[in-house]
């Protein structure tokens, strides 16, 4: 190869061609985009989506339609795999899904058909941190009561293993010694929290934000049932669901644990960081990525979406593109001692 055709080759490596000629505008223009949501209806990752959904077009040249796609499936496994793998790599459908996938995939979970290191990341909703819950009639009024040989089982709904509902009971039960039971199989949030209420489970895991966006009738007023009992991140929100409740690696601490267990607890916050992200598949054209990365954070920053964000008291705190990619690469350079044990946890 000679010099000439080596310079070009790397160049075309770190600048990628478009597909075709046609700018990003022209491209677009008269074209309909698709977030494809790993959930059914009613979760928080379909609630951000269709949030946005209202707003994102008029950031994108061109102003494509923006139109919502459900499909559940393996706790958004199935939206994961195939905007990976079956979809257009043009930069027409947007993938959604939980952030504890990219864990999965190191972890080296059965059904992961995507490299997280390939997706092209758009953003990401929320920084917050994860937590458990359980019914004020469960028997169970602080973690301690759920501890050791003594502590009473407390089964908690779950949409599938590898997510932020499924992680954080199966870590606490070895770091901490709780007697969590996971019931998987809820489409999503939504299902998840009506078998709480409706007393098939005695509680369940998810994030804060979660909770205090979609399910603040739970934990305050005349229908609350629940109770926040742990939480993961020492740096926890502020939060009047969160007073008095502990932090997961602070009593790993208390108790005395091994640094292995704070490594996993830290490993799976890291998930939490960038909750709620979307992707575009690998090989998009690299001005398409960039001008939807630009969208994204011009959708955020709308004042509809800000108003809506509140009603739904919604504390938005997005990250760019780029700070997820940042945060994936993190994730997947997770010490394989600690990757190794989260392995035996969770699967």
């Not at 990976?84 to 459908?93: F, I, L, M, S």
Request: glycine content about 10%; aromatic content about 6%.
């Amino acid at each position: 190869m000679t010099k000439k055709w080596w310079v070009l080759t790397v160049a075309l490596a770190f600048f990628p061609v478009p597909a075709s000629g046609a700018s990003v505008e022209d491209f677009y223009k008269g074209k309909t985009i698709r977030i494809v949501v790993g959930f059914a209806p009613g979760g928080a990752i379909d609630t951000n989506a269709r949030l946005l959904q209202k707003v994102l077009s008029k950031y994108i040249p061109g102003g494509p339609n923006i139109v919502v796609e459900n499909k559940p499936g393996g706790g958004s496994m199935l939206a994961a795999n195939t905007v990976y793998n079956a979809e257009p790599r043009d930069g027409t459908v947007i993938g959604t899904f939980v952030s504890e996938l990219v864990l999965q995939q190191v972890l080296g979970a059965p059904g992961v058909r995507f490299d997280a290191a390939k997706y092209q990341w758009l953003s990401s909703t929320f920084d917050t941190a994860g937590m458990c819950a359980a019914r004020i009639d469960s028997g169970v009024a602080r973690i301690e009561d759920a501890i050791g040989d003594r502590g009473k089982e407390l089964v908690v709904s779950s949409f599938g293993k590898g997510g932020p509902s499924h992680i954080p009971p199966a870590v606490f039960n070895v770091t901490l010694g709780t007697k969590f039971k996971v019931v998987t199989g809820y489409e999503g949030g939504a299902a998840q929290r009506l078998a709480v209420k409706n007393k098939e489970v005695h509680g369940f895991c998810t994030t804060v934000q979660s909770i205090t966006s979609l399910a603040p009738d739970m934990f305050e007023g005349p229908t609350a049932c629940c109770k926040v009992l742990i939480v993961t991140g020492s740096d926890v929100e502020d939060h009047p669901f969160l007073k008095g409740v502990p932090a997961a690696e602070k009593l790993v601490e208390k108790l005395r644990k091994g640094k292995d267990d704070l490594a996993m607890l830290r490993a799976i916050q890291a998930a939490n960081r960038i909750s709620l992200p979307m992707a575009l598949g690998p090989e998009v054209p690299q001005d398409r990525l960039q001008a939807l990365r630009r969208a994204f954070e011009k959708a955020f920053a709308d004042p509809e979406v800000r108003k809506a964000a509140e009603k739904m008291k919604m504390d938005l705190s997005p990250k760019t593109g780029e700070e997820v990619s940042r945060v994936v690469q993190e994730l997947l350079g997770t010490p394989k001692p600690v990757l190794a044990r989260l392995k035996e946890v969770i699967q």
